[in-house]
């Protein structure tokens, strides 16, 4: 079986700290405001905040070198040290002082401009509605001044793990809030970790051509870290065709110093980026998706496994992504689970090729409840060009299957999720199945994960659902003969049918006393 989780400590994202306080403090203010719509309000002004910190820990730090020729008002000091120039009428502490004027929403439209403005890969990025009449004004102060104390430090390092994280629970309990339409811009980050964890991104091209607001590459920055790896030995591709959100992934990524290239646009009918080969490809693509106007790609060149039906654009989802991997390259990715035996409008056909193709690396069962957008539980795919290629152990004509289904906490009434060592068992077995050094031996284990294959495949008609190959788990052992076992049994049945018929000529001796005896 694959090695033990190396923490033995227990944690979900429900145990949280001064991001938890900061949510009440902020929905609080919400009053009746549509949490789409306040989404924007509140997540600017934290990237406001994030980059004028940021510009002040640099601008105290360049003051104390003026003596050695450093000029703390030259933008060019800023950019080497990839720090976005802030000009002083979008500083925070002009902002903050200005809270409680009717002007504010006006003048944090004029920093957003500004900062757009001196700073080009900005452009279009931050929201500049705070001015529009419906927002009341006060309580636009007010969540200013809320910003304003969360407690940062000096370090600019510091700035962007604090409002990171910030950032991030607060995409997430928007996306609660939102409820199906959260999950447009929002992967539940316990999910993002089981694919990080497993595709275990240290180096290369990673791709995510629908990747809402950059949660992916967050993880992947994360996991990088984790595991002392350079930061600047992955490089980040990513696409988005909703334009709000295409803004809440760069300033996501932004506010976390990634440097990534994210294109807006279609990403099935506009590839902005048609010639990448990703070594890895991450994804979370809309489930199920029938508008997405697969009539006008009909012969389109990645549809190398079929053509995918016009009303679901699961299977081309599948095969952009398989398009886009280098020949060593590998794909992580969360799809319905219909997509592991659907036989409709020609899906069964794309999913055999694809699995006689010999791509089909590791399949994984998730419990239900992960998701805000939709209460179906979901799988994970993953896909490999080359299962021979020298890293791990040759995987050619075997897919392992992992049924998870079992697995999660409830962390309120709706809504599951992974914990730590239940997400480090799924990549652990993963990672000892392929043979990543130091993972340990693989064994099957009954009820949780089989390697299977490719013949068991074709006689389970291709049908990739991990229930159908783990079988049942093993029951435990209690010690006794199963003789004994039997006596014994036997006898407390013989005791409590004769306790039950002593019962029932007591209730017929109570009902005849009442008149309703036979």
């Given amino acids: 079986m694959a090695r033990k989780a190396k923490s033995a400590k227990t944690s ?4 949280v700290g001064f ?4 949510w009440a403090a902020a929905d609080a203010l919400r009053n009746n405001m549509d949490a789409a719509e306040y ?3 509140v997540l600017g002004l934290i990237f406001l905040k994030y980059i004028s910190d940021a510009f002040e820990a640099k601008h105290a730090e360049l003051t104390a070198q003026r003596a050695e020729g450093a000029d703390p008002e030259d933008p060019d000091e800023y950019r080497a040290a990839r720090i976005f120039w802030v000009p002083k009428e979008a500083r925070w502490q002009h902002l903050k002082a200005s809270a409680p004027q009717p002007a504010i929403g006006t003048l944090v439209d004029d920093a957003m401009s500004a900062i757009e403005r001196d700073n080009p890969s900005l452009k279009g990025v931050l929201p500049k509605d705070f001015g529009r009449p419906n927002l009341d004004k006060q309580r636009l102060g007010q969540i200013i001044n809320l910003v304003s104390d ?10 962007k793990d604090t409002l990171g994280r910030v950032y991030e629970y607060f995409l997430a309990r928007f996306a609660s809030a939102e409820g199906k339409s959260g999950g447009q811009f929002y992967t539940p980050s316990r999910v993002v970790r089981v ?7 240290y180096k290369g091209r990673v791709y995510d051509p629908c990747c809402g607001s950059g949660g992916m590459f967050v993880s992947s920055e994360k996991f990088i870290e984790a595991h002392a790896g350079r930061l600047g030995d992955i490089s980040i591709y990513g696409q988005e065709s909703n334009y709000t959100t295409w803004r809440l992934a760069k300033m996501n990524l932004a506010i976390r110093g990634i440097d990534a290239q994210i294109a807006h646009g279609d990403t099935f009918h506009n590839d902005r980026h048609p010639d990448l080969k990703a070594d890895y490809v991450l994804a979370n693509p809309p489930f199920n998706d029938s508008d997405w106007r697969g009539e006008l790609l009909r012969d389109d060149k990645r549809w190398v496994y079929g053509p995918p039906p016009a009303g679901n654009a699961n299977f ?3 095969q952009h992504f398989i398009y886009h991997l280098a020949p060593g390259g590998i794909a992580g990715f969360v799809l319905a689970n219909g997509s592991m035996s659907s036989n409709q409008s020609g899906e069964g056909e794309i999913r055999k090729n694809i699995i006689e193709a010999d791509l089909v690396d ?10 805000y ?5 979901v799988c994970l795919w993953f896909l490999a060009r080359d299962r021979k290629n020298g890293k791990f152990r040759d995987r050619r004509g075997e897919t392992l299957f992992i049924d998870a289904r079992k697995l999660g906490v409830l962390v309120d009434r709706v809504h599951r999720e992974l914990t730590d060592e239940e997400t480090a068992r799924i990549a652990d077995t993963y990672h000892a199945w392929r043979g990543d050094p130091g993972a340990g031996a693989y064994a099957d284990v009954p009820g949780f994960c089989k390697s299977a294959t490719v013949d068991e495949i074709r006689t389970h008609g291709h049908v990739l659902t991990p229930g159908r190959y783990v079988g049942a788990e093993a029951a435990e052992d209690d010690g006794e003969p199963f003789d004994e076992k039997m006596k014994r049994l036997t006898a407390t049945l013989r005791e409590q049918q004769a306790e039950a018929a002593k019962l029932d000529a007591a209730i017929n001796a109570n009902l005849k006393e009442l008149g309703y005896g036979r």
């Fill in 150 to 159: 969360i407690a940062l430090g000096s370090a600019a390092d510091r700035a």
């Fill in 373 to 377: 957008s939709t209460p179906i539980p």
């Fill in 12 to 15: 979900n994202s429900a145990t």
């Fill in 19 to 22: 991001e938890a306080q900061l």
């Fill in 362 to 371: 590791c399949m994984v069962a998730l419990p239900g409840q992960l998701f």
């Fill in 39 to 41: 989404k924007h309000v």
């Fill in 316 to 318: 081309a989802w599948v």
């Fill in 195 to 201: 694919l990080v964890e497993m595709l275990a991104p």
